[in-house]
């Protein structure tokens, strides 16, 4: 394929959704014959097959076409194999070349806020195996910035050392999930800094990966100073949308055709609600014709004042699937964001609840001085919202975060085999 050779589109560079189909249907048979380099392709694409012919792809088979059955090129021009965060049993693999590299980097970067040479941008998201920590540390790389990597599942970076970096290097721009930030939050204030005070160079906070609540959403800003600014994708397609200045996320329609499946008619449509379907249209390495996201949204194509022709799309993902009480879904989109409504002086930041058959149990980390309120007014807004039998319960700070996972510090060493007589030779060669 030519892909290194082609130009792909810039934001602006159409003017209507029918030129942007237009161009996106032009595409097309480059996208099938690339695809049909793939074992797997080859056995589901007949001659003369069309997009709308064909089946979608699910994450299944990618599973059983694990680790090489989508390869449409010679292996030698792979840059980075990953796998999908999940549980066990067969991985979902994905991989991309060096020029799949420039496209998954330039759709990180089209957020609203952008990533520029002067920037310090500290990524704490995982490096090992999936994508997201490579795809915004490329994306950084591509605008100049300075990199932070602060991979969040790495002993070498505890939430002390977040907030260090956060507050001695001046970092910028972040880019972590939701939780993270209330995290880093709760752990700035364990060291005494205020987290909208002491951090001035902070210019906002990206997020994904984790479903975001409007009120959940408001108190990361307000308690940081800065917006938060979110986007959408997976491992096996890089990022698929992000956000506008008003907060409204775009489909990258120029880079992807969207689709929205109904499981339950079965039909495929532009827009409204189901699964979201893509099909990238410039991958060398891996190409997925109608992949599966299974990812519950809604794609409008209404206007949006910020100007973007891109249709619009709400991600619910599993935040839209509920546990019963008492003959009623409760779903944790719901719920934070009632958690989340309490007034920023009740100081809540953690919570959790269990969804018993015929009570709600919803414990909140909340300062003494403040729990009798919390807890009456989130009692109040859980009953008016979801009308269900609930419990809550206000428990000390330090009860669902504890204290030594904010503050705590671990040493980072290597292994050795040799120890001095005073010394733990516990910490031979397992040395994490
Ligand atoms: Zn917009």
């Known amino acids: 394929m030519t892909a290194a050779l082609t130009r792909r589109p810039r934001l602006g560079d159409w003017r209507s959704h029918e030129e942007l189909a237009a161009s996106r249907r032009a595409r097309l048979p480059e996208v099938l014959s690339q695809a049909a380099r793939?074992?797997?392709?080859?056995?589901?694409?007949?001659?003369?097959?069309?997009?709308?012919?064909?089946?979608?792809?699910?994450?299944?088979?990618?599973?059983?076409?694990?680790?090489?059955?989508?390869?449409?090129?010679?292996?030698?021009?792979?840059?980075?194999?990953?796998?999908?965060?999940?549980?066990?049993?067969?991985?979902?693999?994905?991989?991309?070349?060096?020029?799949?590299?420039?496209?998954?980097?330039?759709?990180?970067?089209?957020?609203?806020?952008?990533?520029?040479?002067?920037?310090?941008?500290?990524?704490?998201?995982?490096?090992?195996?999936?994508?997201?920590?490579?795809?915004?540390?490329?994306?950084?790389?591509?605008?100049?910035?300075?990199?932070?990597?602060?991979?969040?599942?790495?002993?070498?970076?505890?939430?002390?050392?977040?907030?260090?970096?956060?507050?001695?290097?001046?970092?910028?721009?972040?880019?972590?999930?939701?939780?993270?930030?209330?995290?880093?939050a709760a752990a700035a204030r364990a060291q005494g800094h205020e987290p909208g005070r002491d951090f001035p160079n902070l210019r906002a906070l990206f997020v994904g990966g984790e479903p975001l609540s409007p009120a959940r959403r408001r108190r990361i800003a307000e308690l940081w100073g800065v917006p938060v600014v979110e986007e959408y994708g997976s491992t096996e397609t890089g990022s698929l949308a992000g956000e506008c200045e008003h907060g409204r996320m775009h489909l990258w329609a120029d880079r992807a055709v969207f689709e929205v499946y109904d499981p339950a008619t079965g039909r495929l449509g532009a827009e409204g609600s189901g699964q979201l379907v893509v099909t990238p249209l410039y991958r060398e390495a891996m190409p997925l014709l109608r992949y599966n996201l299974e990812d519950a949204v809604e794609v409008s194509y209404d206007d949006c004042p910020c100007g973007w022709v891109l249709p619009t799309v709400r991600v619910l993902g599993r935040s839209a699937f509920g546990y019963p009480v008492a003959g009623r879904a409760v779903t944790q989109a719901v719920l934070e964001d009632l958690v989340f409504q309490l007034p920023a002086g009740d100081e809540v930041l953690f919570w959790r609840a269990r969804a018993h058959a015929d009570l709600l149990r919803v414990e909140i980390e909340v300062p003494d001085a403040r729990r009798e309120p919390a807890t009456r007014a989130l009692r109040a807004a859980i009953d008016e919202a979801l009308r269900v039998p609930c419990e809550v319960t206000g428990v000390a700070p330090g009860t669902l975060v504890p204290r030594t996972v904010l503050t705590g510090v671990h040493d980072v060493v290597k292994p050795r085999s040799l120890f001095g007589a005073d010394e733990d030779w516990d910490k031979a060669l397992l040395y994490y």
């Open 38 to 184: 793939t074992p797997f392709y080859q056995r589901r694409l007949t001659e003369g097959a069309t997009l709308e012919d064909l089946a979608l792809t699910t994450k299944q088979d990618l599973r059983d076409n694990y680790p090489y059955g989508l390869l449409a090129v010679p292996k030698e021009e792979l840059a980075t194999y990953h796998e999908s965060s999940g549980t066990a049993g067969r991985p979902t693999a994905s991989y991309y070349t060096a020029d799949d590299w420039h496209d998954l980097s330039e759709r990180y970067a089209r957020k609203w806020v952008g990533i520029t040479a002067s920037d310090t941008f500290l990524v704490r998201t995982p490096y090992a195996l999936m994508i997201t920590g490579h795809l915004a540390h490329a994306a950084a790389r591509l605008h100049g910035a300075t990199v932070v990597p602060g991979d969040n599942r790495s002993l070498a970076m505890p939430y002390s050392r977040v907030v260090r970096v956060l507050h001695d290097l001046g970092v910028t721009l972040t880019w972590s999930m939701p939780t993270e930030t209330l995290l880093w």
